[in-house]
């Protein structure tokens, strides 16, 4: 299996850009998809943004799509979100998962996602 960190969080201003870093140990990363998931007070964690396993496949919810960016390194076991023009809407905690079913077409279900980090809060003032 394989354990996360996420990092990379904080408080920042409408517009400001932030970018998220997932730290994998144990299993190599390079057999998961990995995903970006948020969830806001009171609200149901969603999908923000996956990646196929060796990058080549990416996939956003419509509304982060041209500001967010998802991108992976498996010799660095890293997989980072740039996020860029922050919205108070973004305003979440911020979770990095690993699906190790190895489909094609990266996993946009939270269900599909067997392991996942503590999360990182990213908190964007209007």
């Known amino acids: 299996q394989v354990q996360l960190v996420e990092s990379g969080g904080g408080l920042v201003q409408a517009g400001d850009s932030l970018r998220l870093s997932c730290a994998a140990s144990g299993r190599a990363m390079g057999t998961y998809a990995m995903g970006w998931f948020r969830q806001a007070p009171a609200k149901e964690r969603e999908f923000v943004a996956v990646i196929g396993r060796s990058g080549g496949r990416t996939s956003y919810t419509d509304s982060v799509k041209g500001r967010f960016t998802i991108s992976r390194d498996d010799a660095k076991n890293t997989v980072w979100l740039q996020m860029n023009n922050l919205k108070p809407e973004d305003t979440a905690v911020y979770y990095c998962?690993?699906?190790?079913?190895?489909?094609?077409?990266?996993?946009?279900?939270?269900?599909?996602?067997?392991?996942w980090g503590q999360g990182t809060q990213v908190t964007v003032s209007s």
């Open positions: 998962a690993a699906d190790p079913q190895r489909t094609i077409i990266p996993s946009t279900s939270r269900t599909s996602y067997a392991y």
